[in-house]
């Protein structure tokens, strides 16, 4: 079931995302599943509330890494989010924040250091925002983001 197959020794390899002694319960979509196994800290976000970088406001010692997180509003919403605190490094190319208003674009805006002041808002243009976080220097002291996350009605959307 669910793309599933029988191994060598009888048993049923389950793709990821799938469970079950014959894959039949499925938990999350492959690539959901697979985004959550090669980057952990990632997240898709569709309940309004709290926004965070991993292990805010603490450090995490994990060495190197990356996270997505991937605010999503309800059809006809717009995903807004208010900054309550932005500490990161200086230097963008060790840690900073990339945020895309318009998910079709390849690249977004990049902030580093104290680069989004506390009460700033940014709204996605449809329904999802994105947020690609990157830390090169395992050793920051620096808090990382916190914000807060609500929708909004976007004007003649059916």
């Known amino acids: 079931m669910n793309g599933g197959y029988t191994k060598k020794n009888c048993k049923c390899a389950c793709p990821l995302g799938t469970t079950g ?12 599943a697979l985004i959550k196994q090669l980057t952990p800290h990632s997240a898709n976000i569709t ?10 406001p603490k450090s ?3 060495g ?5 997180q991937v605010i999503r509003a ?3 919403q717009r995903a807004v989010v208010t900054f309550t605190d932005f500490q990161l490094e200086d230097d963008c190319n060790d840690n900073s ?3 895309r208003t318009d998910v079709s674009v390849a690249n977004g805006q990049w902030f ?3 680069g989004i002041a506390k009460g700033t808002v940014f709204k996605s243009d449809k329904s999802e925002l994105i947020f690609h976080y990157k830390n090169r220097n395992p ?8 914000a807060t996350f609500t929708t909004e009605a976007i004007p003649k959307c059916s």
């Not at 002694?21 to 959901?32: G, I, L, Q, R």
């Not at 190197?64 to 997505?68: D, F, G, I, N, Q």
């Open 47 to 56: 309940k309004p509330g709290e926004v965070t970088s991993p292990g805010y």
């Open 139 to 146: 050793k920051m002291p620096e808090a990382g983001y916190k």
């Open 21 to 32: 002694a014959k894959c039949e319960n499925f938990v999350m979509s492959y690539n959901d």
């Open 97 to 99: 924040l990339e945020i």
């Open 64 to 68: 190197a890494m990356r996270s997505t």
């Open 60 to 62: 995490l010692r994990l």
């Open 74 to 76: 309800p059809k006809c």
């Open 112 to 114: 580093c250091g104290e």
